[in-house]
């Protein structure tokens, strides 16, 4: 399967680079970046350290997706957005893995995946996923006794809070619960703001240092339960989207998610 980065120059760029070059049945089919980037016109393989592939950092995505199977997309909302539109044209497998997108970049997304695979989960990894899944289970059986609070920790260069799995893993304790996230959800505590309602879904965002990414889903009552995922290497979201980029190819058009292609959604978790 060809399958092209866009964003190849950034630390997730090149983490896919790498795990595309060691994953059999792949091949680096390019790399983009903005027009104007140093990196354009450098070899993907380079720059990401490996030895050279022998395929140059491009800014033509209309090229690029006309020549690949699939891309991977860890960019900006604005920036996918645009990628899912040509996605469509070429009616591609599109991995997304950015973060931070708006009601109406949504509606975009949905749109365009009338006419391509694309997945899309704010975040890649498995054992994130199996997170969000257990996450929904123990809100389903847990009573509103319990409050549940979601607290992350990300490096310092993070733009968006909180994070997409922050939020990810929000929707999946509103679904155990059966209640609209965005009337629940609480991301800002403040001076004087009165006693916790009951039912909130609470939100805690750390950023510092060079945190990869840590999250930890807190349901706190009379006892406490704590569910955490801690990654180390940005190599396991490469993993993941490379995984992801396989299992949609061949699939109709549509918007999926990590759990499809976990088949978590099979398992009923």
Known sequence: MRIAV?????????ALT???AETPGCTVAGGLEAEGSPAIGQ????????????VAITDDALHLFAHADGVLDFTSPAATVAFAGLAAQARIVHVI???GFSEDDLIKLEAA????VIVKAGNMSMGVNLLAALTARVAATLGPEFDIEILEMHHRHKRDAPSGTSLMLGAAAAKGREVSLAEHSVRTRDGETGPR???DIGFAALRGGDVVGEHRVIFAGRERIELAHIASDRGIFARGAVTAALWG?????????MADVLGLQVLGL
């Open 249 to 257: 190819r061949g699939k109709s058009p549509g918007l999926y998610s």
């Open 18 to 20: 790498r795990t595309l």
């Open 197 to 199: 309602r009951t039912g």
């Open 43 to 54: 070899d993907i393989g380079t720059l990401a350290g490996l030895d050279p592939l022998g």
């Open 97 to 99: 893995g950015t973060t």
């Open 113 to 116: 995946a009338r006419h391509a």
């Open 6 to 14: 866009l964003g190849a120059a950034g630390r997730m760029g090149q």
